[in-house]
């Protein structure tokens, strides 16, 4: 067969193909690939129990042959004290790994998560840390209560010598 047989052939289907493909997404387990066939990440601790106030560098990384085109990259923290949807921002360093680092201010479990689109598809990597309460931490209340009314003596009545006007 030449070549220009091959290039009719190869056109056709093209020509009748819808122009944007469906996105298909699989969720992989925790610091494990997202996608099926496409680009995959994983997510890394250098702790994945720290303790209170100890400062955590996560990495991710794409896995495979080439090295995608990557947009939107981000990491997700989820737990006890963080407001909803905190997103902390992942710095390429170049190399196509994304890192960023996070200190952990109260103890508990919390769902770290890198989300991004690598040569259009969505890729996600997850990983569980716990992080241990601070030794001898007690729970303080956020606001002192409100100190207890006081008494104050209602003013005393007129005597005979006062003037009321």
């Known amino acids: ?10 056109a056709a289907p093209l020509a009748s193909a819808p122009a944007v493909p469906p996105l298909s997404v699989a969720h992989g387990g925790a610091g494990q690939p997202s996608t099926a066939g496409g680009p995959h990440a994983v997510l890394d601790a250098s702790n994945a129990k720290p303790g209170v106030g100890q400062p955590v560098d996560f990495v991710a990384r794409f896995i495979g042959a080439a090295r995608p085109k990557v947009e939107g990259a981000r990491f997700r923290i989820v737990g006890p004290g963080i407001a909803s949807g905190t997103e902390v921002a992942a710095i390429d360093d170049g190399s196509g790994t994304f890192r ?3 200190t952990f201010l109260e103890g508990g479990r919390f769902d770290v998560t890198f989300n991004a689109r690598a040569d259009g598809t969505p890729v996600h990597a997850a ?27 209602p003013p005393a009545p007129p005597g005979d010598t006062s003037k009321w006007l």
């Open 100 to 102: 960023t680092t996070f």
């Open 127 to 153: 990983r569980i840390v716990q992080v241990a309460p601070a030794a001898g931490a007690t729970v303080e209340p956020h606001e002192a209560p409100p100190a207890a009314p006081t008494a104050v003596a």
């Open 1 to 10: 067969r030449g070549l220009a047989e091959l290039s009719v052939e190869t």
